[in-house]
């Protein structure tokens, strides 16, 4: 009798050490991932993308549709960010404008913030300029 809780109990030590060991190895498993799938740049969704991908899904394309809208889209698109080009010192102009308004109206304590924050707004302006 003793032999058979003796039995019983090895089996329920055995059950429970592979539930533990598989427990580990899923936890170290998804933390290996985790670190791998972090340290690569998540993909940008533009506008691009996100129209023709829309399209796509809605209006069920063709592979022949599919290539000649890509072009297209690629086309227009590029047309887009030619003009935003040509309007871009006319928009800095008036953002410039916008800043020294608002710096007439802060205090001497308010403007290390506000240009902390003009910074930080520019760093991005500039990473998305790249990203296009």
Do not use: W
């Amino acid at each position: 009798m003793e032999s058979k809780d003796l039995n019983r109990t090895k089996a329920r030590l055995v059950i429970m050490a592979i539930f533990v060991f598989g427990f580990v190895g899923g936890a170290l498993s998804m933390n290996l991932y985790t670190r791998a799938t972090a340290t690569t740049k998540p993909l940008e969704v533009t506008p691009r993308h996100y129209f023709f991908d829309s399209l796509n899904d809605k209006c069920k394309l063709s592979v022949d549709q599919q290539a000649q809208i890509r072009a297209i889209c690629d086309d227009t698109f590029n047309k887009f960010h030619d003009i935003g080009k040509q309007v871009e010192p006319q928009m800095n102009q008036a953002r410039q404008e916008g800043r020294d308004r608002i710096r007439a109206i802060l205090t001497k304590d308010q403007l290390p913030k506000f240009e902390e924050l003009l910074a930080d707004l520019d760093k991005k302006r500039q990473e998305r300029s790249e990203h296009k």
